[in-house]
């Protein structure tokens, strides 16, 4: 049985009260269009909430193509004069951003019209304004490219966690035009946004060469990448994208360097001499560190909220942020993936079977990726988290971010204190 299925059927039988006709269709393994259809129509009008769930549940498995030609055809059949109706319900506005993302989805054009609209309305929830944005990339609908420098980086600016949103939601997109649209706006966007953009282009080769030719003429800066990104331009099948990432960075380790120790020493006598400033610490906590861990509710749940964990004291500190694949939990030990439109991507595994794996990338967002669209799948013998973070950072920032991490509460905080066995120069005044 396909479980998403079930989720629909569950939602509607415990809505409608007709379990024993659910759980005749749970025992077999077609999906039944037509019973789907029927028990949408039980909630649709007296449970918004459900059926905008179920709605949701069909939509994702439409646009991660995880049906067939046939099922998409019987859906369409069934449920799209019916979805047709609910968006002309005003009554049933609740329910408007599900249905249009479920009918555009399907094919139905006025209602990828109504999700480029909803994209742009203030007034409209997040969560569809989001989905209305999946839905036209998956419809590959190219009004939306003149679009994207407003949405991303126009004013009034808000909502900094949906447009991180948005731009995530673009990877799947193959199209060559993105990435000069993303590194012209890149200097107008947020630092927390910028690694979300250096992200997405350094997964697709042609938007790669975009990536490069942007660092070369100094409009983002080379140390925005991190050796995650770098080792994964290196494994691109883009012979020359592979040259010119070499003759800027040199190669990458696919193994723990040994010589990791040597800079966590490095470190520990640095900050036994000199200390920074933790408010500007947070800010660069902020843009390299939030893309994948949280810290006093801030930031993206990839690694370990490291408000309580890893921070038992200075010295293990130390070795967590530099030497980060000295011991890997087996849970964040990253995949590498490429798919057969060439895009690659480093993750965490969320799901991974015989259909699908799901990855949880930098910037916390989940990437559905159904096997057969998979071309290589490489478990790393490197964690998660990057090494060489310092390389990212000059001097004073390196200090500024310890100055940060190396207090137990934040820097706002009177009650704060440095971690066990923090040198006592970080709590000298500051000269
Ligand atoms: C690309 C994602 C990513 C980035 C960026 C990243 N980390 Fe991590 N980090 C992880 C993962 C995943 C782990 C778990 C590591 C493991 O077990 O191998 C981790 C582990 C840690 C730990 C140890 C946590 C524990 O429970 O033991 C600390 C501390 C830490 N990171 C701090 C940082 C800091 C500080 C930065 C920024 C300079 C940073 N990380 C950037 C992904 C990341």
Redesign the pocket.
């Given at each position: 049985m396909v479980p998403w299925f079930r989720t629909v059927i569950v939602i509607a039988a415990v809505i409608g009260g007709v379990l024993p006709r659910a759980a005749l269709i749970v025992g077999d393994d077609a999906v039944d269009v037509t019973a789907i259809a029927g028990l949408l129509e039980l909630i649709l009008d007296i449970d918004p909430d459900s059926a905008r769930k179920s709605l949701d549940v069909i939509t994702t498995k439409v646009q991660n193509r995880e049906l067939s030609a046939e099922v998409l055809a019987e859906l369409r059949g069934k449920l799209g004069a019916r979805l047709a109706q609910v968006l002309a319900t005003e009554t049933q506005k609740s329910l408007h951003g599900a249905a249009a993302a479920l009918a555009a989805s399907l094919g139905d054009p006025s209602a990828s019209k109504r999700c480029a609209a909803m994209v742009f309305d203030a007034d409209v929830a997040s969560a569809d304004r989001l989905a209305a944005l999946q839905t036209l990339v998956f419809l590959r609908d190219r009004s939306l490219l003149a679009q994207i420098p407003d949405l991303l980086a126009g004013n009034p600016r808000s909502e900094l966690d949906l447009r991180g949103k948005f731009l995530d939601s673009l990877g799947r997109w193959e199209e060559p035009q993105l990435a000069e649209i993303l590194v012209r706006i890149y200097g107008r966007l947020e630092s927390e946004l910028q690694p979300r953009v250096v992200e997405l282009l350094a997964q697709r080769p042609a938007w790669s060469h975009k990536l490069l030719d942007a660092i070369g003429e100094r409009k983002i800066p080379d140390r925005a990448l991190?050796t995650?990104q770098i080792a994964r331009l290196l494994a691109s099948q883009d012979e020359t994208l592979v040259r010119k990432v070499r003759e800027k960075w040199g190669s990458v380790r696919t193994q723990r360097n040994p010589e990791r120790e040597q800079v966590v020493n490095n470190l520990r006598t640095l900050l036994q001499q000199e200390r920074g400033d933790p408010l500007p610490g947070q800010k660069i906590?902020d843009r390299?560190?939030g893309?994948?861990?949280k810290i006093y509710g801030n930031g993206q749940d990839?690694?370990?909220d490291?408000t309580s964990?890893?921070?038992a004291s200075f010295e293990q500190?130390l070795s967590?942020?530099l030497d980060?694949?000295l011991?890997?939990?087996a849970s964040?030990q990253a995949r590498v993936v490429v798919t057969d439109d060439g895009r690659a991507l480093t993750g965490?595994p969320i799901e991974e079977n015989d259909q699908r794996v799901i990855l949880k990338v930098?910037g916390g967002k989940l990437e559905t990726l159904p096997r057969v669209e998979i071309e290589t799948y490489r478990v790393s013998e490197l964690?998660?988290?990057?090494e060489g973070?310092e390389n990212q950072l000059n001097k004073q920032e390196l200090l500024d971010?310890f100055a940060f991490?190396l207090l137990d509460k934040p820097p706002s905080d009177p009650a704060a204190r440095f971690l066990p066995g923090t040198p006592s120069a970080q709590a000298l005044p500051k000269p």
């Open positions: 991190n995650n906590f390299l560190c893309q994948c861990h990839v690694g370990p490291i964990n890893g921070r500190l967590n942020v980060p694949s011991v890997i939990g964040y965490l930098q964690s998660m988290m990057p973070l971010l991490i």
